[in-house]
């Protein structure tokens, strides 16, 4: 899954404007939640009998590097 703009107001929240956490672990949940995202979306599709849109998995993404 693509960031999307909500991911990356989070992203910046959490990275800025909030009292900031590592780095490596607001990137490591991003990667997280978009994963975890892209499994409920193929579910999704799956429960219904459709065929999901060909998307690139997360793992085969560019891993997002500060």
């Known amino acids: 899954m693509h960031l999307s703009l909500a991911e990356i107001r ?3 929240n ?3 404007h ?3 956490a590592p780095v490596e672990y607001v990137l490591h ?3 997280w939640r978009r994963k975890r995202q892209y499994q409920a979306r ?3 599709y799956k429960r219904r009998g459709h065929t999901p849109p ?3 998995h ?6 997002l590097q500060y």
């Open 10 to 12: 989070r992203l910046t």
């Open 14 to 16: 959490r990275l800025i």
């Open 18 to 20: 909030r009292r900031p």
């Open 29 to 31: 949940w991003s990667h």
């Open 42 to 44: 193929l579910s999704h």
């Open 54 to 56: 060909e998307t690139v």
């Open 58 to 63: 997360p793992s085969q993404q560019t891993p």
